[in-house]
């Protein structure tokens, strides 16, 4: 068996990653370091320009000619200057002044070889708020703007004061009717407000001067504090850019696709990463856009990057194994709750200690040894946690080279086979999630496969049926450097989808939660479940949480078959209150036996609006992290049982007590 690691990062690839040719950039505001660092970080990841935040200019040491010569050594066009503020105004001597700044500023961009300047939509009281005026003076902006050799991008800022609704911008601009004014599009302001975008194809293409594109997640916050603090990139957040784009490339738009995104979580970020997150993201968007262009995607298939049939994604099947980085104290913890839970030891690798515990086709595999690699660097060594996940795939290849598409690196392992096909030797195609969480992809796990690796203990072959039809769902902790770029990857390669984000408080904190899910062939989704792990808890260290966060939650047809056939085996379940079952009866119109039934085995319950149900029971925490869930869904449920989460928590806190 070998283990071969390939690494492919996109180092000015050659040719456009995006349909119909269009260029990439990425405003400097959205990385961390100097404005050399940011330069650098951009370059690296492949894009083609870069729009230039002012105050990183101001606060540079360089002058705008040597900014201009740097960008241009690396390879990067400067596609934007930004941001022209407060142009309008209904003082005349106000704005009077506004135009000698405005001539200022063309000398500096003189200087850097742009010609594209962004103007905002004032936000503030004194703005022009007749458009009769604010035509006037964009008209006098435009004309200087013209004699300059340059260009006006007038945007409007979702929180501006007269002019805050793109389609307002663009009846401006279209009222000037001046060569040198358009309008920029930020993806932001659009979908913040929850405007109709579908507009947006109807605007004269040669109007639209620039395209920002950010994501954010869904949050009802003041528009100017979500927009500078919680915006992030494509694939990470909540708003449909997909068809926002297909809008601007549908009104006939072929300039850049720019990133811009303020964000807390990048200002402090490494910018190598972020930017390569960055590119990952536009190549992300661009697939799913691409698929609704198949006119486009012919130049990018060409290069390879396109979107095309046989690059379509591969499926894979549901998860069938987990690893989970027990280390030397938790192992036998998690022997204990595996047994009566029906997962038998069922072999043991004799080099490794590793033990394989499986239920008919699904496999646990704990991992005893010291402090080992899946562990997040600085994270307790005895907290249990799930490493890997691991999902059946027939064509592990294929994800290799899917991964390789978004630049994420995949170790292959390859099984012994005949060399003249190196292709059909990968085994499992291993990709990292995280630091601390890897996804495996594999063919069936027949023993075979298994008794490659593990001593097998002989046993009698479907002595106990299966408890279980598959795992519903994995639950993960993150912390927030890995985060955005968790979401991304997940995203981008295995096409994973988000509904909104939830905050749900319990005993021992607010947990930040967001639900992905994939579909699969067998039609029963894959999902995972992430929480936001605050890097630091009540001094306990990273990614330690009382109350219980990593899990794997196995699914049954029977819920009370199921807890009284654990409980024959010896399960102990996680002890529900009293009082949950009478609020329980009370919400719900559930019967005093079936009410009975759930309060004997501990298990709790859900409804929707539309009929669906769902019952799930626990086992107690191991080393104050990993628990185990058995879930049943009926009627088309679709959540988690999210709001009996802080139930759980604290049954968990009084049964360690
Ligand atoms: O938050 C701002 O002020 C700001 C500035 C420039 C932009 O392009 C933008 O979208 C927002
Ligand atoms: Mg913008």
């Known amino acids: 068996m070998s283990l071969t690691r390939t690494t492919q990062i996109t180092v000015g690839a050659g040719g456009s990653a995006l349909p119909l040719g269009a260029r990439t950039s990425i405003a400097t505001v959205c990385l961390s370091g100097t404005l050399g660092d940011k330069l650098d970080a951009i370059a690296y990841a492949g894009f083609d320009g870069v729009e230039i935040f002012e105050p990183d200019l101001i606060a540079a040491p360089g002058r705008p000619a040597e900014l201009a010569r740097a960008t241009a050594d690396r390879g990067l066009s400067i596609d934007l200057y930004q941001p022209f503020r407060d142009l309008d105004s209904q003082d005349p001597d106000r704005f009077r002044r506004n135009l000698i700044r405005l001539e200022r500023k063309f000398s500096v961009m003189d200087d850097l070889g742009c010609d594209l300047l962004l103007v905002c939509s004032s936000p503030l009281a004194s703005a022009a708020c007749d458009d009769g005026l604010l035509t006037e003076q964009l008209a006098t902006a435009a004309q200087l703007a013209a004699a300059r050799g340059k260009r006006l991008a007038y945007e409007a800022l979702a929180w501006g004061h007269h002019v805050n609704d793109y389609r307002h911008a663009a009846a401006i601009v279209a009222a000037v009717d001046n060569p040198a004014l358009g309008t920029c599009l930020d993806s932001f302001h659009i979908l913040s407000r929850g405007a109709d975008p579908s507009g947006i194809a109807d605007l004269p293409g040669d109007s639209i001067f620039f395209l920002q594109l950010a994501d954010a997640p869904r949050m009802a916050m003041d528009l100017l504090q979500w927009s500078r603090h919680h915006r992030c990139l494509p694939g990470q957040g909540n708003f449909d850019l997909v068809s926002f784009t297909d809008h601007v490339l549908a009104a006939g738009y072929r300039g850049p696709w720019s990133l811009e995104v303020f964000s807390d979580v990048f200002r402090h970020a490494d910018p190598v990463r972020t930017a390569s997150d960055a590119h990952r993201s536009l190549r992300y968007l661009a697939e799913l856009v691409g698929a609704g262009h198949p006119e486009s995607s012919e130049t990018a298939v060409s290069q390879g990057v396109g979107a095309s049939g046989e690059e379509r994604r591969p499926v894979t099947g549901g998860v069938v194994s987990i690893r989970v980085a027990a280390g ?89 086979g005949p060399s003249s096909r190196p292709e059909a030797a990968v085994e499992v195609v291993r990709l990292d999630v995280t630091d601390s969480l890897a996804i495996d992809l594999r063919p069936a796990l027949s023993a075979g496969s298994w008794q490659r690796h593990f001593d097998l203990v002989p046993r009698e072959p479907a002595a106990v049926a299966s408890l279980y039809t598959g795992v519903d769902h994995i639950g ?78 196995f699914a049954c047809d029977d819920i009370v078959a199921t807890a009284r056939a654990c409980r024959s085996r010896g399960l102990i379940t996680l002890p529900i209150p009293e009082n949950y079952y009478d609020d329980l009866r009370a919400r719900f119109d559930l019967g005093a036996d079936r009410i009975d039934a759930l309060r004997r085995y501990d298990i709790l319950y859900d409804a929707d609006e539309i009929g669906g149900e769902f019952f799930h029971f626990f086992t107690p925490t191991i080393a104050d992290d990993l628990f185990f869930e058995v879930v049943c869904r009926r009627g088309g449920y679709r959540g988690y ?4 989460s802080p139930v759980r928590v604290a049954a968990a806190l009084a049964f360690d007590a």
């Open 328 to 416: 030397p104290t938790s192992a036998p913890q998690l022997g204990e709750v595996l047994g009566p839970l029906g997962f038998d030891l069922s072999g043991v690798d004799s080099s490794t200690g590793l033990q394989l515990y499986r239920d008919a086709e699904l496999a646990v595999v704990v991992d005893p040894t010291v402090g080992t690699v899946w562990t997040s660097p600085g994270a307790p060594t005895d907290m249990p946690t799930i490493a890997q996940i691991g999902l059946r795939s027939a064509e592990p290849g294929a994800w290799a080279a899917r991964a390789a598409k978004f630049d994420v690196p995949v170790a292959s392992i390859a099984a012994p």
């Open 641 to 644: 049982g999210e709001v009996n």
């Open 476 to 553: 993960i902790g993150m912390g927030p450097a890995d985060w955005e770029a968790a979401m991304l990857l997940l995203r981008s390669v295995f096409g994973m989808s988000v509904e909104e984000g939830l905050d749900v408080p319990d005993a021992v904190g607010t947990m930040r939660s967001q639900a992905l899910t994939s579909a699969t062939e067998s039609g029963e989704p894959i999902r995972l479940v992430a929480s936001l792990v605050p890097s630091r808890l009540d001094g306990h260290g990273p990614l330690r949480r009382r109350g219980g966060l990593t899990h794997a939650a």
